[in-house]
T-cell receptor, first 113, second 116 residues
Framework: KNEVEQSPQNLTAQEGEFITINCSYSVGISALHWLQQHPGGGIVSLFMLSSGKKKHGRLIATINIQEKHSSLHITASHPRDSAVYICAGRNLNSGGGADGLTFGKGTHLIIQP | GAGVSQSPRYKVAKRGQDVALRCDPISGHVSLFWYQQALGQGPEFLTYFQNEAQLDKSGLPSDRFFAERPEGSVSTLKIQRTQQEDSAVYLC??????????????FGPGTRLTVL
């Protein structure tokens, strides 16, 4: 059982829609990343958060430590937002090294014009 | 360059061949990580370096996998006698400080390894 679960696995939406991607984790973490991966493999870190809420442009990330849940929101979505979005937690019990991350399987987002 | 670079970007190997994948972290970054990402899956941790010391290699799938960072900067991931199940994207990431203080990881573009 993966300790980091994301939903949905795949999401197709129309341009302009409000997007929500969810991440749940089964063990305690000290920090959670939201990452964006474009075709070709490059990964960009969007947010790193351990509590509350962060906002950057049209992207918002929230985390509830008690409920072991985080969400990534995209407002006014655009086709260029199409990518795989991955959440990853630090300090999970099943490894990941001193600072290594344990990743969810990703949410494949397609925004249609 | 300003980011993490990896080479080669693509590698095709025949089964049984040895391969070496290179990672150039951001200059001055103390920590370096290797991850393996199978097709359609999230990345999985392989190994972690703090400067030249390999502090965690718990994710390496077999003794055919070996990583080094001899001078605390560039790292090489070597896979001996490659097998088809080694086909994946190998991602490298670096972060500024050591493990005592958690900080953001910056990822390279990855090396896509295909073993025929």
């Amino acid at each position: 059982k993966n300790e980091v679960e994301q939903s949905p696995q795949n999401l197709t939406a129309q341009e302009g829609e409000f997007i929500t991607i969810n991440c749940s984790y089964s063990v305690g973490i000290s920090a959670l990343h939201w990452l964006q991966q474009h075709p070709g493999g490059g990964i960009v870190s969007l947010f790193m958060l351990s509590s509350g809420k962060k906002k950057h442009g049209r992207l918002i990330a929230t985390i509830n430590i008690q409920e072991k849940h985080s969400s990534l929101h995209i407002t006014a979505s655009h086709p260029r937002d199409s990518a795989v979005y991955i959440c990853a937690g630090r300090n999970l019990n099943s490894g990941g090294g001193a600072d290594g991350l344990t990743f969810g399987k990703g949410t494949h987002l397609i925004i249609q014009p | 360059g300003a980011g993490v670079s990896q080479s080669p970007r693509y590698k095709v190997a025949k089964r049984g061949q040895d391969v070496a994948l290179r990672c150039d972290p951001i200059s001055g970054h103390v920590s370096l990580f290797w991850y393996q990402q199978a097709l359609g899956q999230g990345p999985e941790f392989l190994t972690y370096f703090q400067n030249e010391a390999q502090l965690d290699k718990s994710g390496l799938p077999s003794d055919r996998f070996f990583a080094e960072r001899p001078e605390g900067s560039v790292s090489t991931l070597k896979i001996q006698r490659t097998q088809q199940e080694d086909s994946a994207v190998y991602l490298c990431a670096s972060s500024l400080r050591g493990a005592a203080t958690y900080n953001e990881q910056f990822f390279g573009p990855g090396t896509r390894l295909t073993v025929l």
